[in-house]
């Protein structure tokens, strides 16, 4: 596992803070977003980045579980985003793939994120560049295949906290999961 590091809110923008973690199977891809769950709180913005195929469903899934929302979390491809209400009193799952949205926010409009946001926590696979301005503070998650390993389920898991939300969060939790 890599160590954390934290970037003060400079001239460069905003305060960082990130965390690395290997993880070596699908169901440690789980375990990872149950124990992530526990981190988040009505208004965050969650961003999934990796290949097809790189465990982004997978990660939301463990959320989801981790949440304790409704429904089975599956990818929305199709039907772009899928709301999971509270099965208890936390915040809702709104689960966003923007992988067939070309555009900025401003397609994104429709799905009126910037409503679901305060109450919820919102989780969007392939939203780089698309939901940035939706907040200051958002986590964004790069998942990689680890170079050099030759068993294709693990991944190399990249969390960096943008903004003030983030600034204090203390990601070693999370320390072990990767397997």
Request: glycine fraction near 14%; proline fraction near 5%.
């Amino acid at each position: 596992m890599d160590a954390p590091h934290s970037s003060g809110a400079a001239e460069n923008g905003p305060v960082t803070t990130s965390h690395s973690v290997t993880v070596i199977s699908p169901a440690a891809m789980g375990d990872l977003g149950r124990a992530l769950a526990k981190l988040l709180r009505p208004g965050d913005l969650v961003m999934l980045t990796g290949e097809l195929g790189a465990g982004k469903t997978t990660l939301t899934r463990g959320l989801g579980e981790g949440l304790g929302v409704r429904g089975a979390v599956t990818s929305p491809t199709f039907v772009i985003a899928r709301v999971h209400p509270p099965l208890g009193e936390g915040p809702a799952l709104v689960h966003v793939d923007a992988y067939r949205l070309g555009g900025g926010l401003d397609e994104m409009e429709d799905l009126d994120l910037d409503v679901s946001l305060p109450d919820s926590v919102i989780v969007v696979e392939w939203g780089d560049g698309k939901v940035e301005e939706l907040s200051d503070d958002r986590l964004h998650v790069v998942i990689d295949r680890a170079t050099g390993d030759t068993d294709d389920d693990v991944r190399k898991v990249r969390l960096t906290g943008i903004g003030a939300r983030w600034a204090d969060t203390d990601f070693a939790d999370l320390a072990g999961l990767g397997g």
